[in-house]
């Protein structure tokens, strides 16, 4: 591969906020790996992107398990070389009642933002770690701080994700290799079109941000990087709420988050 400032795997490129990502890390010279299911959207953003730097399509549902993640991304950074940067966007959301989901969802749900995120970070950190630079940067979400109604086994599995990150920081501290977790609120992306996930859009769509935002939030961590960050920034109001009461946290985010709240209730007035 011809020269570039490094080398980057994002899941989740072919669409927003990795699709994002990934053009925001090759206008910086980095070649990158995109990662997803859909072959001929990889295939498109890597024709896009070869003015800046080469990009390879890598078709991949992270949800199949650590030993085919690692054959997948061995044998795409057997042709790009190392990775010096892992973003780990993949993910799809839900929005329902936890009785009324499925327990097959809750297990995809934990494969995919969990297990996946895992099995491309044991993928990926021997070579970092021996090269003694990387940098690992997982996309969470601001519901794994607060739980808001209706996202049981998103949130529990975001959460999974950051409080491993943070473990991993500890234990690679002195090892030249950072992580961070990106906790993104209400993105204007694709991802509010699956399943009941339309009727959270319509009353949230004001309070939403665009997917460009989180990509330089992303891309800036790599010049300053920091282990946890919210998008938009004030959404760190949130720590500190939780950290003086989190009675206070957890009453705020019901009443804004209820069904009944979105229907017209506090805060989410027309
Ligand atoms: N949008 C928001 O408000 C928001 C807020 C906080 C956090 N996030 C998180 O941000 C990340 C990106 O979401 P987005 O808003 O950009 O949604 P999006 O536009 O729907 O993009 C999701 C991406 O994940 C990929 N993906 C989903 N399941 C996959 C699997 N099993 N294997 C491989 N790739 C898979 C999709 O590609 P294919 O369909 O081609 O596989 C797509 O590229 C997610 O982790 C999401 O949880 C989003």
Same mark, same amino acid.
């Given at each position: 591969m011809a020269a570039t400032r490094g080398v980057a795997i994002v899941t989740g490129s072919s669409s927003g906020i990795g699709q994002e990502t990934a053009r925001a890390l090759a206008r910086r010279g980095l070649a990158t790996v995109l990662v997803a299911r859909q072959r001929d959207r990889l295939e498109a953003l890597a024709r896009e992107l070869a003015p800046y730097a080469p990009s390879v399509p890598l078709p991949l %549902? @992270?949800?199949?398990g650590e030993d085919t993640v690692d054959s997948v991304l061995a044998e795409a950074t057997a042709r790009t070389g190392p990775a010096d940067v892992l973003v780990n966007c993949a993910g799809h959301g839900m929005y329902g009642s936890f009785l009324d989901t499925a327990a097959d969802e809750l297990h995809t749900l934990m494969r995919v933002h969990y297990f996946g995120p895992v099995a491309a970070i044991r993928a990926v950190l021997p070579s970092m770690r021996a090269r003694g630079r990387g940098h690992v940067i997982n996309i969470c979400s601001m519901s794994s701080k607060m739980g808001p109604w209706g996202h049981t086994g998103y949130a529990a599995a975001k959460a999974a994700l950051s409080t491993f990150t943070e473990s991993l920081a500890t234990e690679y501290s002195h090892s030249g290799v950072r992580f961070s977790v990106v906790h993104p609120g209400l993105? %204007?992306?694709? +991802? +509010?079109?699956?399943? %009941? @996930?339309p009727r959270l859009r319509v009353r949230t769509e004001r309070r939403m941000i665009q997917p460009e935002l989180v990509a330089r939030t992303v891309v800036g961590l790599l010049d300053r990087p920091r282990l946890q960050t919210c998008v938009p920034r004030h959404y760190r109001l949130v720590d500190a709420i939780a950290a003086c009461s989190p009675t206070l946290l957890h009453r705020l985010v019901a009443r804004q988050s209820r069904p009944h709240a979105l229907l017209g209730g506090v805060g989410d007035r027309p």
């Open positions: %549902d @992270l949800s199949h993105v %204007d992306t694709p +991802f +509010f079109e699956r399943g %009941d @996930l």
